[in-house]
């Protein structure tokens, strides 16, 4: 008795192939049979020898190539089917290897945006650079300003010389900048003060809607050093490290936002 307790899905279309095949064995033996009793007669109405061998050759052919096409073709067919299993079993190994060459691949390119993100340095866009050259204008036009970077930091530097660059285009007037380094605490991204006369949120809103992460800050005792009624002054430290972008900007816009409100 056939256990159908763990057939699946196919294990009725399995049923119906196995008895159709039961069927045309049965069918093929009952013509096997057909052709012995054939012969038995050509053997009984033919006495002479010549006479027998001449009508039972044709019959004992067809005979033969009956058989052999039941019994081997049945033997054929288990064959086949062994090897549908295995082709079968060979295209879902192949599956699960496609399905982990996919997962390595995702993980490479994960690990490389990590490296990309790691890497790229922070710069302006055309387009927004242009747009805070136009809202500094108007605020910051004929006034002075500071832009210093974290020493030793080339990539600090590179976005401290497009923000002094702003500002120039801007109308700020000596506008100047050094190394500096701040040892009270780690200081990421950028930092924006101003002096007295200027509100601190307008700056800081404009510098932060040109993709610069910037928070509020005293401006230095350092920094006025140099020139006591300094405007604007701007530190930029060094870049977050990779995956705190978010939060250090999410810190960002809330601070220029507190500021706005105050």
Not at 85 to 102: F, H, M, T
Not at 122 to 147: D, G, N, W, Y
Not at 158 to 174: K, P, T
Not at 236 to 251: C, D, N, Q, S, Y
Request: glycine share 8%; with cysteine.
């Amino acid at each position: 008795m056939t256990d159908t307790s763990q057939e699946g899905d196919d294990g009725p279309l399995v049923r119906r192939r196995d008895f159709w095949e039961t069927v045309a064995h049965g069918c093929g033996w009952l013509v096997a049979v057909g052709l012995v009793v054939e012969a038995i007669v050509i053997f009984r109405d033919n006495p002479l020898w010549l006479d027998r061998i001449r009508h039972l050759s044709g019959t004992f052919l067809v005979l033969v190539g009956v058989a052999g096409e039941v019994a081997f073709g049945a033997r054929a067919g288990k064959f086949a089917e062994a090897i549908r299993a295995l082709s079968n079993e060979k295209v879902a190994i192949a599956n699960e290897r496609a399905s982990q060459a996919d997962a390595a691949a995702a993980e490479a390119r994960e690990r490389a945006a990590a490296l990309e993100r790691f890497t790229a340095r922070r710069t302006i866009e055309p387009e927004k650079r242009l747009a805070l050259i136009s809202e500094l204008k108007e605020l910051l036009a004929f006034k002075t300003a500071r832009v210093e970077y974290e020493k030793g930091d080339s990539e600090a530097w590179q976005l401290a010389s497009e923000i002094a660059e702003v500002f120039r285009q801007a109308g700020c007037i000596g506008v100047a900048g050094c190394p500096n380094s701040f040892h009270t605490s780690p200081i990421f991204s950028a930092f924006v003060g101003t002096g007295v006369g200027v509100s601190i949120a307008p700056v800081l809103q404009a510098i932060n809607r040109a993709g610069v992460v910037a928070s509020p800050l005293a401006i230095p005792s350092s920094a006025l050093v140099h020139d006591a009624d300094l405007a604007v002054y701007v530190f930029v430290g060094p870049k977050p490290p990779v995956g705190l972008e978010a939060h250090f900007a999410t810190l960002g816009a809330r601070y220029a936002d507190e500021s706005g409100a105050d």
